[in-house]
């Protein structure tokens, strides 16, 4: 294994890049950043003796080896932006207390370096492969997985086996199905109480921590108090003409992959409206948003509260509502379990939906991803790790959605280690040194064992 120095400059030649997404320029799909990380990635790996293909900037890849099949390691040299709260350079590459700063350094510019570093290694001690093993570098993971759609599209070859270092060890095997949806109805309004306008949550995939309803209500009505509602009868400058009340609902917000663990905002507004005597087609709509939504949290109203032993229960995340005396929308974004389609769910909530009266569309779909505990692939993966570590932790289900899913054959394994810190896409996000020589004899083993299976 060659000295850390070497692994420190290599890196800070990536770090050094802020790779961005910005408009596309002529040849820069993404934008100059992520051009330039993968132009210098390429020239690493090209002085490493290696073979290397660029497929026009939307992602690249080296690889090493002789046969007719290919195993992968899937990374990102794309990153968030470095946001406010720094205490050193976000793109330098600071070293200090053992660990090397920088936005990328765990997430994931950090493992696609060590996974280079571990091929060479392959490639200097001369071991015999079975298999041509592949290091592809992605430049959207971050802002779509847009990069392997191309990667797929345009002639990339699918790995018989491969890897992203771009999640958590032990292993996850599982990734729950992931739909977004936008349903949106008119309405009309008859009575004395009325609502103006409605409004909770700004990204589907976040349980909102407040949501509002201006009402115009009658002189002297009685609203009736409840928990987390605040009743205000201030003028503000973002009322609608004729509002006199304002009724917030005040939550708690939580992960869309795991709304339970927060307060729904949204839902708590729809439930107390509900009990106020609105009129007409306001009505229904209120009745129905708190019937079908509400507090819940599996899709019961919908008829889809699916479950396995896997992974547990479907999720419904209400992430944004958005509505006018006239008009209003609402977007969700529910997680199906790993071993149930989105035929068992998606279906039956449109068909609510519309019977109500309501229109739709899906904004967003991913497939869930299972590979089951036993299979030889997981099994192989599990028998790295732990010889290499001794930790027997399981292998893991989640709610969310790796880099995984944009390639078939692959899972998600490593980079972060049980019990370490999540620093990615935050302030001062780093990477011990001690992990980056970890997690390189890892990357080593796991690929000498795909090539070799």
């Known amino acids: 294994m060659t000295d850390m120095n070497e692994r420190i400059e290599t890196l800070r030649r990536v770090i050094r890049i802020r790779s961005v997404q910005e408009a596309a320029e002529p040849g820069k799909p993404y934008g100059p950043g992520p051009a330039a990380a993968l132009g210098e990635a390429l020239k690493i790996a090209d002085e490493m003796g290696f073979k290397t293909v660029n497929m026009s900037n939307h992602c690249g890849y080296a690889e090493y080896g002789s046969g007719d099949e290919m195993v992968m390691v899937l990374g990102h040299l794309d990153v968030v ?7 050193v350079p976000p793109y330098e590459g600071v070293v200090k207390d053992g660990k090397i700063y920088g936005r990328g350094t765990a997430d994931d510019k950090g493992p696609v370096i060590e996974a280079l570093f571990a091929l060479r290694d392959i490639k200097e001690s001369g071991a015999a492969l079975k ?4 290091v592809v570098f992605g430049v959207n993971e971050e802002t779509g997985c847009e990069d392997m759609e191309y990667y797929k599209e345009n002639g990339g070859e699918i790995p018989v086996m491969g890897i992203t270092p771009d999640a958590c060890y032990p292993l996850i095997n599982g990734e729950k199905g992931i739909l977004v949806e936008t349903y949106e109805r008119d309405y009309t309004q008859s009575g004395s109480l009325k609502i103006l306008s409605i409004h909770g949550g700004t990204a589907f995939n976040v349980a909102p921590a407040s949501a509002e309803a201006w009402i115009a209500a009658p002189e002297g009505f009685e609203f009736p108090k409840a928990d987390r509602i605040t009743i205000s009868y201030e003028k503000s400058e973002k009322a609608p003409a004729g509002a006199n009340v304002c009724i917030r609902a005040e939550g708690r917000s939580a992960h869309g992959s795991m709304p339970e663990k927060g307060i729904n905002a949204n839902g708590l507004l729809v439930n107390y409206l509900a009990k106020l ?3 007409g087609e306001a009505k229904d709509v209120i009745t129905f948003l708190s019937e079908k939504i509400g507090a819940q949290y599996h899709g019961e109203g919908f008829g889809v509260d699916l479950h396995d032993d896997v992974s547990g229960w479907l ?6 509502m958005d509505g006018s005396e006239s008009h209003i929308s609402v977007t969700l ?10 035929e068992d769910c998606q ?3 449109q068909a609510v939906f519309e019977a109500a009266g309501w229109s739709g569309k899906t904004i967003m779909q991913e497939n869930a991803l299972y590979v089951p505990e ?3 692939f997981v099994q192989l993966l599990l028998s790295v790790y732990r010889k290499e570590t001794g930790d027997m932790s399981e292998p893991m289900c989640i709610g969310g959605g790796t880099y995984a899913k944009s390639i078939p054959n692959c899972l998600a394994f490593g980079a972060m280690f049980p019990g370490d810190p999540e620093v990615e896409h935050l302030p001062d996000e780093f990477l011990p040194l001690d992990r980056f020589e970890q997690n390189e004899k890892i990357l080593k083993e796991a690929m000498l064992a795909m090539a070799n299976a």
Not at 131 to 134: F, P
């Open 131 to 134: 298999r041509r093993i592949r």
């Open 315 to 320: 999720v419904n995340n209400w992430g944004v």
């Open 374 to 376: 036993d299979s030889p």
């Open 81 to 87: 932006p470095e946001g406010e709260g720094w205490s």
């Open 347 to 349: 279906p039956k909530v």
């Open 277 to 279: 005597p609105f009129e």
């Open 333 to 342: 974004n529910y997680r199906y379990p790993v071993t149930f389609r989105k």
